[in-house]
């Protein structure tokens, strides 16, 4: 899918607030744009085929062997190299709603979709509704298949329990995938990686193409890594910002928001549709939403929220409030 992602700010000149991208905008990057600057060379010459350095300092970071880890252009390029790899299996079974992606990658490698199906995708936490499976349904989920995707890109942004690499490794049917794209909120560089057990990684290896992470990225991950921060400096404030939001926008009437485990979720505007309140934000106010109907499940009326400052989910919580009044 092209086009239909959240984040579609480049079809704007004019947007001051983002409630679209469900990635943390209040990181600081001065550091990471002084690092880059002075290494800026390093696009004269080919990167690394395979990305092994940054695959090595994920691997000490995880504590398992660099061969159980493989990293790609993004949580989608793993998604798609996954349904190419195992395409001859033919059948896989998407949980919805979720992020369209692998329904879409599966479509593309000629899968037939039925519960029950060789293949799962288990997005953990889930985009758009912001829950979390409980791990033990998650293992007794990969019990009934005989492949499971989990994908956590979204594992830094929740304090839930989650499935860490060396638990699925051992197991040999769960792939874990995880987002340095979300993790450190760089979603222009596309960085994601996969950890699984060796045999999964070498299948999906002979699948990679050569060069898929280039020069810049790769320095920009190694860097990222070594440092060891995260995008978000204070995850509980930053969760209990995102209640306070939620709550306040349920209390519009004509506004139902859904519970969440993360820093988005998922809304409902009944007398209009998602559309419609996403285009008179965004000319009227400047703010950017996610218009959500185009996840399969869900309806015209449906819209996510990703959490912002205290004053830009403020400045939301007035303009959302003003659209219903003038209805």
């Known amino acids: 899918m092209i086009e239909g992602h959240g984040d ?20 600081d990057m001065s550091a990471l744009k002084d690092y880059l600057c002075s290494c800026l060379d390093v696009v004269r010459s080919y990167p690394e085929p395979s990305a092994a350095t940054l695959e090595q300092l994920i ?16 949580a989608v390029d793993a998604i798609y190299l996954i349904a190419q790899a195992y395409r001859h299996e033919g059948t896989c079974h998407v949980i919805q709603p979720t992020f369209r992606e692998y329904e879409d990658a599966c479509r593309v490698f000629g899968y037939q979709e039925r519960d029950g199906g060789v293949l799962c995708w288990l997005c953990n936490p889930n985009n758009p509704t912001g829950s979390v499976m409980p791990v033990e349904d998650v293992l007794a989920l990969a019990d ?13 942004y929740t304090m839930a329990p989650l499935l860490a690499p060396a638990d ?4 040999g049917n769960i792939i874990l995938l995880h987002s ?6 760089v979603p222009g560089l596309r960085l994601g990686y996969v950890t ?29 890594v070594t440092q060891g921060r995260t995008a978000i400096p204070d995850l509980p404030s930053y969760l209990a910002e995102t209640e306070r939001l939620r709550l306040q926008l349920n209390e519009i009437e004509g506004i139902d928001t859904q519970d969440t485990q993360t820093n988005f979720f998922l809304c409902t505007i009944r007398q209009s549709t998602a559309a419609e309140l996403k285009e008179y934000l965004a000319q009227e106010h400047g703010i950017l939403i996610r218009d959500a109907s185009n996840f399969t499940g869900l309806t015209p009326h449906h819209f996510r929220i990703a959490t912002q400052s205290p004053a830009e989910n403020d400045a939301l919580i007035h303009a959302v409030n003003q659209f219903i009044t003038t209805r």
Not at 67 to 73: C, G, H, K, N
Not at 180 to 185: E, H, N, P, Q, V
Not at 196 to 224: C, F, H, M, T
């Open 168 to 171: 699925v490794i051992v197991r």
């Open 8 to 27: 579609d700010l480049y079809r704007y000149n004019h947007i001051k607030m983002n409630f679209s991208s469900n990635i943390f905008n209040g990181t």
């Open 196 to 224: 699984a057990s060796s045999q999964v990684i070498k299948r999906l290896r002979d699948q990679y193409r050569p060069w898929a992470i280039n020069a810049l990225s790769l320095e920009a991950g190694k860097w990222l």
């Open 180 to 185: 340095m794209t979300k993790r450190f909120a």
């Open 59 to 74: 691997a000490d970071e995880c504590g398992i062997r660099p061969d159980e880890v493989l990293v790609t252009s993004g």
């Open 144 to 156: 009934q298949y005989g492949l499971l995707v989990v994908d956590q890109s979204y594992e830094d």
